[in-house]
């Protein structure tokens, strides 16, 4: 028997996140996810077995500014 996708936790957060996941992280809609990500606002996304992912730590790396050009045109993007 397994456990709905749904009802599974986990004590770590995943390296690659899908669209409900990352709108999740980011407390936004999946639909504005998917708008950030037709306008390149996200960092590239990878096509893992045909399902769009994103690498959360390139994803936080912008939030944090760990890499301030990136994150000034991140964040210039999301203003947009």
Same mark, same amino acid.
């Given at each position: ?5 749904? =009802?599974?936790? *986990? ?13 999740? +992280?980011?407390?936004? $809609? &999946?639909?504005?996810?998917? =708008?950030?990500? *037709? ?13 769009? +992912?994103?690498?959360? $730590? &390139? ?6 500014? *760990? ?14």
């Amino acid at each position: 028997m397994s456990t709905a996708k749904s =009802k599974v936790t *986990r004590p770590y957060a995943p390296d690659y996140v899908d669209v409900p996941t990352l709108a999740y +992280r980011l407390t936004v $809609s &999946e639909s504005t996810v998917e =708008k950030w990500d *037709r306008e390149g606002k996200l960092p590239g996304r990878r096509d893992i077995f045909g399902i769009p +992912r994103w690498k959360w $730590s &390139e994803v936080e790396a912008l939030i944090d500014g *760990r890499n301030s050009v990136e994150r000034s045109k991140f964040v210039d993007r999301l203003s947009a």
